[in-house]
């Protein structure tokens, strides 16, 4: 009977934190969401992709660099964690993104603009050649409900 290595024990503890968190909702990780071993684990063998540094997206270990679904499954999502993560509840999507939703088109475009007092109008690259810019702007409207963090797409 063969033992475990020191490394497969930290891979079986890394993906046990990865999937409570993922029971929990969380499709997108942050830095602070993992103890660093666990972290390392997870992206040497291929079971977190980055997506900026210090947030990561769950992915398949036989996924090439250039596959994207796993940013897909999740970019809204992120886009909501990264805002709240940045600008706390003072944001939200720009309106023509916003109708696009509500019509129910939840595809993301290219660059998603986002309205914050905190924004810097400066770009954020995002994988698949998708950006976000956080554009200095009052917020008009408050979020149709404030205890979600995707309401602040609804603006």
Not at 85 to 105: I, K, Q
């Amino acid at each position: 009977m063969a033992t475990d290595t020191p490394a497969q024990r930290s891979l079986a503890k890394a993906l046990t934190d990865l999937k409570s968190l993922q029971d929990a909702g969380r499709n997108v990780i942050h830095t602070d969401d993992l103890d660093r071993s666990s972290r390392e684990a997870l992206i040497k063998n291929g079971f977190l992709k980055a997506v900026i540094r210090g947030w990561y997206v769950p992915s398949r270990p036989d996924q090439g660099d250039g596959e994207s679904t796993a940013w897909y499954a999740s970019a809204m999502e992120f886009v909501a964690r990264y805002c709240e993560s940045r600008f706390d509840a003072e944001w939200c999507v720009s309106p023509d993104y916003s109708v696009r939703l509500h019509a129910g088109n939840p595809s993301l475009p290219r660059q998603v603009f986002v309205h914050t007092p905190k924004g810097q109008n400066t770009p954020l690259h995002l994988p698949a050649e998708h950006s976000t810019r956080s554009l200095h702007r009052r917020i008009v409207a408050a979020p149709l409900d404030a205890s979600s963090l995707t309401s602040r797409f609804w603006c």
